[in-house]
């Protein structure tokens, strides 16, 4: 089973990355949150793989950035009706400790952001995330008082303005965490939704 690959950056493409490990070409699964941070082609990166075995699409490599992420994915997958795309998809729109955060407070709605993600699969997913570890030994538990919702970054602001433009969520989150990238933490929003529909553009 393959758990890690560190290797050059050679393909980013929609839905996955072309890892080039020593002169092998590894084709990995990740969610846009995750190819989004990516480096550029022909750098460096490491990925954190999940391999998933099926008799009709043989091996398939799930990557991410860290290994909490990897840890919630492979949660996420142990809940019914949850296969690994909307688990990638739960991923893109929670990072685990917002996903932690969403399981504490029973906020499905928060869930169901995800892509393929309805009211119901929300439900289950809080319902059973709760009071168990996510990621590093982070652990939600019913009786903690509830957390009060951040307030919405600049990101989410610049992601939100974009999907009211009609772009996709998976596609508004790429290009304004590319944005976010180039521009610093600290960028506006203002600045963040004009670098993204710049990238959007080309």
Known sequence: MIGRLWGVVAEVGEE????????????VRCGSRTLGRLPGTGETATLHIESQFGEQTGLTLYGFLDKTERRA????????????KAALAVLDVLAPGELSAAAQRGDQAAVARAQGVGPKLALRIVTELKDKPIGDGLVV?????????????????????????????????RVVEQAALRLGDDAEAGALIKAALQELGR
Do not use: C, N
Request: hydrophobic share 50%.
């Open 16 to 27: 996955e990355a072309l890892i080039d490990v020593a002169g092998v070409g590894y084709v």
């Open 141 to 173: 538990h019913a009786s903690a008082s509830p957390a009060t919702p951040p307030a919405p970054s600049a990101t989410g602001e610049a992601v939100a303005a974009l999907m009211g433009l009609g772009v996709a969520e998976p596609s508004a989150r």
């Open 73 to 84: 994915f492979v949660m996420l997958k142990t809940i019914q009706g949850v296969g690994p």
